[in-house]
């Protein structure tokens, strides 16, 4: 039966930030989320996650079927795990894992816990610099000793390139037990998780040690700067995957994606492009340069042109979207629309072959098919309380700079004249048209600046 046991409780001063280390945010999740993810994957009987600094964030942020304990002193990373070990099976194999390690590949973990049936094992790593990180001890024969920790760590120690990375498995009860004698003499008066490691080994017992080629999986943030790092890692790895199945991706080093991103065959994506949520991208779709899409399902062969905003958008095939055109949530475009430059929606549907090129806003609507919304025309929605909707049937035209007011509804082949203010229904086949009449006076005189 597997145990995970994840570290969070650590404050991250070198963040510089009133936000816990472990909820600073790697591709759209917390730090801590990506290593609980990987936790599940493994199909634990349970996960406990220790926690300290901020608790109460990082309880209400992180999602999963997870127990939380509270170590109330960070005293070191043995201390911390004692907080959890008293809730776990005795029979049980314990992986320990660490909240600010996020990229740990599920596939490394699980090529590691057959060791711990036969004692305990650990995760290693060679590094061409390993500061920061304790050194692996060997004697002569290449057999593991122990780990010394940086700061306790004599010179010749410290040019090991050998280094542990904290990750561990082993029995609850041979943990429990080693780790109740591990003491706190060294530099930083803490009692340290890998000190059960050399214990162990002067007890006889078995101490195998796995050594990782894959140096995302040790990784940690601390400061700012290691998590913008670990972050172009990720995303580096995630466009390469997309290329790997196809996907035409112009700068692997200019794009984000926070959250999911499912793509068809022959898609394009320009650069400083971000996904959030899921996107779905049908066969054919182009994403044009510095383009934001949220929960966004784009049919084949839509072209969303550059500098554009899409969340919560549904949005047909063979559609035209932007530049510049922000679709906002309960967009629904039917096949073939266009919704062009400086062109907003909200709560709108627009049916097959509709079009808003230039310069509108079409909010609480429902356009039917074949329409045409001339440029500065708007829907005006919201009477200072309330949304009311505004209903346009099939092959409507609204001239330029037109202004709808809601509740009304236009009728198909209805026709708004440019430069009107709706305000009553308009049936079918019927001409609106509502402004001022035009007076020209003779004789008119610019009027002159004062002499003055």
């Keep these: 039966m597997l145990e995970i046991i994840i570290l969070a409780a650590g404050r991250g001063t070198r963040m510089r ?93 699980q090529q590691l816990l057959p060791a711990a049936d036969h004692g305990l094992v650990m995760l290693a790593a060679a590094l061409d610099d390993p500061t920061g990180y304790g050194r692996v001890l ?67 017992l078995s101490v195998a040690v796995m050594v990782t080629e894959e140096i995302s999986d040790i990784l940690g943030v601390n400061d700012r700067l290691q998590l913008e790092q670990l972050e172009r890692r990720y995303q580096i790895t995630r466009a390469c995957d997309l290329m790997r199945e196809g996907v035409a991706i112009r700068d ?50 839509t072209v969303v042109h550059p500098f554009c905003h899409l969340e919560s958008a549904v949005v047909g095939s063979h559609c035209s979207v932007g530049p510049y055109a922000r679709l906002r949530p309960g967009t629904v475009l039917g096949d073939a629309a266009r919704v062009g430059n400086f062109v907003e929606t909200k709560n709108a549907t627009l049916g097959m072959g509709s ?47 037109s202004t709808l007011v809601a509740p009304l509804t236009i009728e198909s082949d209805g026709f708004v004249a440019a430069g009107s203010t709706v305000t009553k229904d308009i049936n079918s086949a019927q001409l609106a048209v509502s402004r001022a009449r035009q007076r020209n006076i003779d004789g008119w005189r610019r009027p002159e600046k004062s002499k003055d």
């Design 138 to 204: 060997r004697d002569t024969e290449g057999e593991f000793l122990g780990v010394v920790e940086q700061k306790d760590a004599s010179t010749a120690e410290l040019a090991i390139r050998e280094v542990n990375t904290g990750v561990l498995a082993g029995s609850a009860s041979l943990l429990a037990s080693l780790l109740s004698r591990v003491g706190n003499a060294n530099a930083q008066g803490e009692y340290y998780l890998p000190d059960a490691l050399g214990m162990a080994v002067s007890d006889g």
């Design 252 to 301: 692997r080093q200019r794009i984000d994606i926070r959250g999911q991103l499912f793509c068809g065959r022959d898609v394009t994506i320009d650069v400083n492009t971000v996904f959030e949520g899921q996107v779905i991208l049908g066969d054919g779709v182009s994403i044009g340069a510095n383009c934001i899409l949220k929960d966004v399902e784009i049919a084949a062969g």
């Design 17 to 109: 930030s009133n936000l816990p280390k472990v909820l600073h945010p790697l591709a759209g999740r917390p730090l801590l989320q990506h290593v609980v993810d990987t936790a599940a994957a493994l199909n634990p009987k349970r996960t406990h996650v220790v926690i300290g600094h901020g608790a109460d964030q990082v309880r209400d942020a992180i999602a999963g079927d997870l127990e939380f304990h509270i170590q109330t002193e960070q005293l070191g990373t043995g201390h911390a795990v004692l907080q959890a070990l008293p809730h776990c099976a005795p029979d049980s194999t314990v992986l320990v894992l660490f909240g600010d390690v996020p990229l740990m590949n599920k596939t490394t973990l």
């Design 355 to 401: 079009k808003a090129n230039h310069l509108a806003y079409i909010g609480d609507s429902k356009v039917g098919e074949g329409c045409n919304i001339g440029a500065g025309t708007i829907t005006c929605n919201y009477d200072g309380a309330n949304k009311h909707p505004t209903v346009l049937g099939d092959r409507v035209f609204v001239g330029s700079n």
